[in-house]
């Protein structure tokens, strides 16, 4: 299975996954499959023994995933967009990643959403959110899109029952942020 994970792909995902998983119960969810966040919620999956539900609305990239060595019987395939797949979703995760599209008024309703199912002290991890200068604004010119999910990371920043942590240097330089539900009724985590 190590195998199969590209060595630059989700650094810190895979630096904190076991952490996060050793301490909170709940599925794995990511928005947006990719050759380099799908081994890695396979292998996560695994290793927990937590269901893992993979969204896409890119139907034969979702077909080509399922044929793929890591795959196993905890994993279930979502083809359709994330609207569709929330309306179905009942479960509650304890990691979460958003990495489909990247408009500031999809990205906030997948956010609020997995905000609000998630497990007390989960994470959900949320790709490319700084602003729109250097990498990230030669990565807007590449894809000929505007695409402002920063605006996002900028709105959760003020919640106070949620915590955030962006790693500028992170994917590409184009930002990940990590979004902390904090329990209100506890003061610290047992790591």
């Given amino acids: 299975m190590d195998d199969q994970i590209l060595d630059w792909a989700w650094p810190v995902i895979r630096g904190l996954a076991d952490t996060i998983l050793t301490n909170i119960e709940g ?12 081994p890695i919620f396979a292998k996560y999956s695994k290793k927990y023994n937590r269901k893992c539900y ?48 990247h408009m500031a008024g999809v990205v906030r309703q997948e956010a609020h959403f997995f905000i609000d199912k998630l497990a007390t002290g989960g994470v959900i991890f949320m790709h490319d959110t700084m602003p729109p200068e250097g990498a990230y604004e030669k990565k807007l010119i590449q894809k000929n899109k505007e695409m402002d999910t920063y605006k996002v990371r900028q709105e959760l920043e003020k919640l106070s029952y949620i915590e955030t942590f962006t790693w500028p240097y992170s994917s590409g330089g184009c930002g990940l942020t990590m979004v902390l539900k904090k329990d209100m009724e506890r003061k610290f985590y047992r790591l």
């Fill in 27 to 38: 599925c794995l969810v990511e928005i947006g499959v990719g050759i380099g966040s799908t």
């Fill in 54 to 101: 993979s969204c896409d609305n890119k139907y034969a990239r979702i077909e080509w995933f399922k044929k793929q060595t890591y795959v196993h019987n905890g994993m279930v395939f979502f083809k359709g967009n994330s609207n569709q797949f929330m309306d179905q979703f009942d479960d509650t995760p304890a990691l979460v990643l958003i990495d489909g599209n």
